[in-house]
């Protein structure tokens, strides 16, 4: 559009107005006023951007629905139709009529753009406001969230701080639990060897009878009592005690064992040996000028009788 037009100049449908991208406008025969854009999107096979169209006719309306003619808006158009779009000012002493037709004209369309520029707005802020309602909801939604992590996180946290405290708990039961195993496995062979040590002691002070200690050629043969698993004695023979000592004397067995005895084979080295062997033998002299010889039979009970054997 060339030609100097008002500020209320607007397309009656999407309310553009004229601005310096020379968007061409076109006015009705009913009075409307619509854009380019607008007379494109309804009509098929007619190109207004043709220099020489500057008239078409057209189906129906935008506004009032009639079956019109479009004017392109410019210099060119008639003279009665382009006065329509100059200042009301600029019609003194013309007709009264005149310039009544125009000024209603011109009102018209003020009105028209202020009423839809006024809807406009309204619909806005209705948008605007629900916009607005949203995004404090959302806002609560988000400080919602950010309370509700800050809470998952504090009692990740407690839960990791409990694990560790457990994990912690755990690893000093187990050391304990070692420590008492150790402790039980400790007292376990003390006492083993406590046992074992009663068991051979109680035998040397056991009584013995022909089942006890065997003196080969002194003419006595006798074996040890029998011991059970405790190695305490279950039977005891009510004849001679040996308490380390020399059957009959007061002197103790192990002194009257000779230098040439072998070391593993004393008394003091029986104590020593295990009593799941099957026996024991030691060399002694039982007083008489003889030399005789001990057998300490560990696990074994035997009914024989009495012999001598000499060396």
Same mark, same amino acid.
């Given at each position: 559009?060339?030609?100097?037009?008002?500020?209320?100049?607007?397309? *009656?449908?999407?309310?553009?107005? %004229?601005?310096?991208?020379?968007?061409?406008?076109?006015?009705?025969?009913?009075?409307?006023?619509?854009?380019?854009?607008?007379?494109?999107?309804?009509?098929?096979?007619?190109?207004?951007?043709?220099?020489?169209?500057?008239?078409?006719?057209?189906?129906?309306?935008?506004?009032?629905?009639?079956?019109?003619? +479009?004017?392109?808006? $410019?210099?060119?158009?008639?003279?009665?139709?382009?006065?329509?779009?100059?200042?009301?000012?600029?019609?003194?002493?013309?007709?009264?009529?005149?310039?009544?037709?125009?000024?209603?004209?011109?009102?018209?369309?003020?009105?028209?753009?202020?009423?839809?520029?006024?809807?406009?707005?309204?619909?806005?802020?209705?948008?605007?406001?629900?916009?607005?309602?949203?995004?404090?909801?959302?806002?609560?939604?988000?400080?919602?969230?950010?309370?509700?992590?800050?809470?998952?996180?504090?009692?990740?946290?407690?839960?990791?701080?409990?694990?560790?405290?457990?994990?912690?708990?755990?690893?000093?039961?187990?050391?304990?639990?070692?420590?008492?195993?150790?402790?039980?496995?400790?007292?376990?062979?003390?006492?083993?060897?406590?046992?074992?040590?009663?068991?051979?002691?109680?035998?040397?002070?056991?009584?013995?009878?022909?089942?006890?200690?065997?003196?080969?050629?002194?003419?006595?043969?006798?074996?040890?009592?029998?011991?059970?698993?405790?190695? *305490?004695?279950?039977?005891?023979?009510?004849?001679?005690?040996?308490?380390?000592?020399?059957?009959?004397?007061?002197? %103790?067995? $192990?002194? +009257?064992?000779?230098?040439?005895?072998? %070391?593993?084979? *004393?008394?003091?080295?029986?104590?020593?040996?295990?009593?799941?062997?099957?026996?024991?033998?030691?060399?002694?002299?039982?007083?008489?000028?003889?030399?005789?010889?001990?057998?300490?039979?560990?696990?074994?009970?035997?009914?024989?009788?009495?012999?001598?054997?000499?060396?």
């Amino acid at each position: 559009m060339q030609t100097s037009v008002q500020n209320w100049v607007h397309c *009656n449908k999407c309310l553009v107005q %004229p601005s310096k991208n020379n968007l061409s406008f076109w006015m009705s025969s009913c009075g409307h006023i619509f854009c380019k854009n607008c007379i494109d999107a309804e009509i098929n096979g007619c190109n207004l951007s043709d220099a020489n169209t500057t008239s078409v006719n057209f189906q129906q309306c935008f506004v009032c629905n009639k079956q019109v003619q +479009l004017i392109q808006i $410019n210099r060119f158009m008639r003279k009665d139709l382009l006065e329509m779009f100059k200042p009301p000012t600029s019609f003194v002493g013309d007709s009264l009529k005149k310039a009544k037709t125009i000024i209603e004209f011109q009102s018209m369309h003020h009105q028209r753009l202020f009423k839809c520029l006024q809807e406009r707005n309204q619909k806005s802020t209705l948008h605007l406001k629900k916009m607005l309602k949203e995004l404090d909801e959302r806002e609560g939604r988000i400080k919602l969230l950010v309370r509700e992590g800050d809470e998952y996180k504090s009692e990740l946290e407690n839960t990791k701080r409990t694990i560790t405290e457990l994990r912690k708990r755990i690893s000093e039961r187990e050391k304990e639990l070692n420590r008492l195993n150790q402790v039980r496995q400790s007292t376990s062979s003390q006492q083993r060897m406590s046992y074992k040590r009663m068991a051979i002691q109680n035998a040397m002070d056991s009584r013995y009878t022909t089942s006890g200690l065997s003196f080969l050629g002194g003419g006595e043969r006798v074996q040890m009592s029998q011991f059970n698993n405790t190695y *305490n004695a279950t039977q005891q023979t009510n004849d001679f005690q040996l308490n380390m000592q020399h059957v009959g004397g007061s002197t %103790p067995l $192990n002194n +009257l064992l000779p230098s040439d005895s072998r %070391p593993d084979l *004393n008394l003091q080295n029986l104590m020593n040996t295990s009593t799941e062997d099957a026996s024991a033998v030691v060399r002694g002299n039982i007083g008489r000028g003889l030399q005789n010889t001990a057998t300490i039979l560990g696990f074994t009970r035997t009914t024989e009788s009495t012999d001598r054997e000499f060396f």
